[in-house]
């Protein structure tokens, strides 16, 4: 079983840029391919990102593509969600999640057994 915890959320004003951070403990995060999910105020949980065990396979929502990049550190057993041009519309708890039973990366929250926490971004307009 893998614990995760992301980090890296914060305030930034629209147009600025934060990395989200997802640390893994208890078992090696090159185990499962990995995903960047969101929760915005009053909304449901939403795809961002995902990356398959390798870190060669990503894929990206549509409203996130060239802004924002999926990556890992298998060594380091951590993953990586680069945003830039950040949107106020874009405020929300980000969440990763792992999966053990594909080698691919999912875009659908039903195909990931473990979930952190959450992190906080707030884009300010």
């Known amino acids: 079983q893998v614990q995760l915890v992301e980090s890296g959320g914060g305030l930034v004003q629209a147009g600025g840029s934060l990395r989200l951070s997802c640390a893994a403990s208890g078992r090696a995060l090159s185990n499962y391919a990995t995903g960047w999910f969101r929760q915005a105020p009053g909304n449901e949980r939403e795809f961002v990102a995902c990356?398959?065990?390798?870190?060669?396979?990503?894929n990206y929502a549509q409203s996130v593509k060239d802004r924002f990049t999926i990556s890992r550190d298998n060594a380091a057993d951590t993953v990586y969600l680069q945003m830039n041009s950040l949107k106020p519309e874009e405020t929300a708890i980000y969440f990763c999640?792992?999966?053990?039973?594909?080698?691919?990366?999912?875009?659908?929250?039903?195909?990931?057994?473990?979930w952190g926490k959450g992190t906080q971004v707030t884009v300010s307009s």
């Open positions: 990356v398959d065990r390798s870190g060669l396979v990503t």
């Open positions: 999640a792992a999966d053990n039973r594909r080698l691919g990366a999912s875009t659908l929250q039903a195909a990931y057994d473990y």
